[in-house]
């Protein structure tokens, strides 16, 4: 039976190990950033779709999920979209609860892309 | 259009690939000479286009902005491309040299472009980003090895939705949270779409009620007039843009509305001009395969026919209201029209569809004339049987004098 492994989008995360070849395909092909120290982490250079389909061809069932642009928190727990939202080919940053569209929230979206941009 | 008003106009208004415009932001402001290239690889109608554009105006630089595909040899690029990326200004200002749709190299020989990219990627005194639709092409996995690869993907619905409600409040719109969450799923990732999803839901009746935006006509006949009431070529190219239609269609609808138009007849001699180069431009692609001919439809429209029937009045012709009494005929799919078009289509050696649009109504025409009407019987073979070359001949005197 296949493992499922929950990853966060742009967080480091750990594999057991899956060969050579699966190492290779992930990290050269579908660029996965990988770290001795830290693992590995999905980032905006990774063909996320091609990394979730190696995965799953080597056994390991994988359930993506975003984090919050503002806050950093786990997104996806509780939005509406979770049914038709395709995690592996939408952007990595979402919204939380806490930062739902209905609270009016873009002022402070974009102000933390400036904050990050500054930071 | 309210995706024209609401287009983003800095990096920190834009939705989506927050961390991919962090990169590219982090990376041309720390550019020097000898840095790998940027290279923007996502689907199209994820934002690359508008990043880059808002990327060079937020940093003061001059964009440079060549699309591959128009320029594939090596020499063409060199002549576009040398004096852009050889010239920095006498006060150390630099310009950002933009490769869209690197892609287009591939599929034909690209007589030494993509070597020439790469070459010049280590010597460019100038940033470069290129953008590319596909990223598994033999010519972007070369490239990939000589830049920084980063993907943009459709930003997640919540996203378009916060957008969508920063929309509604700004033309003070009460809309449901069902309603937008309606309209997030139809456009799919796409926030211009979804922009003209809410516009249309909200132009339209009251009492249509919900799933009113899904009215193509209304969306068809927006768009058109959208183009032909534009305030400038911008928004008129804005306009045929957005609009979902096959480019015979588009043709044809706008020849139908210009020549309802009225236009004094200068104006629609040089309209009609236009039309008949876009539906050179439409023959030749589909000669030739060479389907990225019809980026240029657009624009042709925009920059030649728009010039001409700006604020003339011109309004889209609907669909119902027919300018050529002869097309109703070569439209309607009757069963004589469909047989005599198969049996044109045979002799002329083009598709029947082709036979029945563009040469019938003229054929039809020339059929007052006894004479070309008894030799096209006979070229058609519909002289085979006496009593059906009866029934053909008046058909054919029929569509004649319409």
């Known amino acids: 039976m296949a493992e499922k492994k929950r990853i966060v989008v742009g967080g480091w995360f750990d594999l057991p190990r899956l060969g050579t070849e699966v190492f290779s395909a992930l990290v050269r092909k579908q660029g996965v950033v990988y770290e001795k120290s830290t693992g590995f982490k999905f980032d905006s250079g990774t063909d996320l779709q091609g990394a979730v389909r190696t995965l799953r061809s080597a056994g390991v069932d994988v359930e993506l999920t975003l984090r919050c642009w503002i806050c950093g928190k786990e997104a996806c727990p509780g939005c509406p979209y979770l049914q038709s939202c395709d995690r592996a080919s939408v952007s990595s940053f979402c919204l939380c609860a806490d930062h739902s569209p209905e609270k009016s929230v873009f002022g402070e979206y974009a102000r933390t892309f400036d904050v990050n941009l500054k930071g | ?402």
């Open chain 2, 1 to 402: 259009m309210w995706s024209e008003k609401y287009r983003p106009s800095r990096l920190d208004q834009l939705i989506g690939n927050e961390d991919a415009r962090l990169v590219l932001s982090l990376w041309l402001s720390k550019w020097k000479p000898g840095t790998k290239a940027a290279l923007l690889v996502g689907p199209p109608g994820t934002g690359k286009t508008t990043f880059v554009n808002l990327l060079a105006r937020a940093d003061g630089m001059n964009l440079v902005d060549l699309n591959a595909s128009d320029v594939r040899t090596k020499e063409k690029l060199q002549r576009r491309m040398g004096e852009a990326m050889s010239t920095v200004s006498l006060f150390g200002e630099r310009s950002l040299i933009f490769l869209d749709e690197v892609d287009g190299l591939a599929g034909r020989a690209d007589l030494g472009a993509v070597e020439f990219i790469k070459e010049s990627v280590k010597e460019s005194q100038n940033p470069i980003v290129m953008a590319a639709n596909d990223p598994d092409s033999d010519e972007i996995k070369k490239l990939s090895s000589s830049c920084m690869t980063v993907r943009f993907r459709p930003p997640p619905p919540r996203e378009v939705e916060m957008y969508l409600r920063e929309v509604a409040r700004g033309e003070g719109l009460a809309v449901g949270d069902e309603e937008l969450r309606a309209l997030v799923i139809e456009a799919a990732g796409d926030v211009r779409q979804a922009i003209n999803l809410l516009q249309s839901t909200q132009n339209a009746p009251r009492e249509e009620g919900r799933g009113r935006y899904k009215d193509k006509d209304r969306t068809v006949s927006e768009a058109f007039n959208g183009f032909f009431g534009a305030a400038d070529k911008g928004e008129a190219l804005a306009s045929l843009r957005d609009l979902s239609m096959s480019p015979f269609e588009k043709v044809r609808e706008v020849q139908r509305s210009v020549v309802k138009s009225g236009l004094p007849p200068g104006a629609m001699a040089k309209a009609l001009e236009t039309v008949s180069r876009a539906d050179l431009l439409i023959g030749k692609m589909m000669k030739a395969g060479d389907w990225r001919l019809l980026r240029y439809l657009d624009r042709l429209f925009a920059e030649e026919l728009f010039p001409v029937v700006k604020g003339m009045g011109v309004k889209y012709a609907g669909q119902d209201d027919l300018p050529f009494p002869v097309l109703v005929r070569v439209w309607n799919d009757s069963k004589k029209v469909r047989e005599v078009s198969v049996k044109y289509a045979a002799k002329a050696h083009t598709s029947g569809m082709s036979a029945r649009s563009q040469d019938l109504p003229y054929v039809f025409a020339l059929c007052s004339k006894k004479k070309f009407r008894e030799d096209l019987e006979r070229a058609l073979g519909l002289d085979a049987d006496p009593d059906l070359l009866q029934s053909y001949d008046r058909f054919l005197q029929k569509e004649a004098a319409r």
